[in-house]
């Protein structure tokens, strides 16, 4: 007498079973369909739903035999159907919004040299550059700064690492 097949969709013993919902499945080749179960919806930072579907299918188990496993992935609405009256509201559902970071600020800034002509330029944040006399710079013309007589990189900040390198690399090419 046969043995039952296990169902690789029930939950480990003792375990809850995860809610889930039937949802057919568009194979690639976009004539067939296959029912798999719906686990989860979620959306991270705005970008696409994606769906997690999990899909009954046999392996090989060693010894001659084969049994159930469940094959689990991510996939967008697009290749996803709906089956009438499947009640979707049991699967979670989750949106993930999170509030954008400021983007990192990598900008430079000037100031007049204590004593003789010329200028230091500094990282935004540099603790040399509290106080008047700045002026902010992109990195095109904290490079253009970095050419004029008597300009000289911050070597307390990241100044001198960053700019005396890419001046370096674009010598021979004015």
Known sequence: ?????????????????????????LLPDGRQRLEVRL???????????????G??????????????????TWV??????????????????HRATHDPEPAPRWGWVTRPKARGRG???????????EGGGRRELDIEEALDAMLRPGAEACTSCDAAAVLVPMLQLGEGYA
């Open 39 to 53: 686990y989860e919806r979620r959306q991270d930072d705005h970008g696409p739903w994606m769906y997690l579907i």
């Open 119 to 129: 200028l230091i330029i500094h990282d935004h944040d540099c603790e040399h550059v």
């Open 76 to 93: 967008t609405p697009e290749v996803l159907e709906p089956i009438p009256g499947a009640d979707m509201s049991v699967v979670p559902k």
């Open 55 to 72: 899909a009954q299918l046999w392996q090989h188990a060693g010894g001659g035999t084969i049994e159930p496993v469940e094959f689990r």
């Open 1 to 25: 007498m046969a043995s039952p097949v296990p169902d690789p969709w029930k939950g480990h013993a003792g375990s809850e079973p995860e809610p889930w919902a039937p949802i057919t499945l």
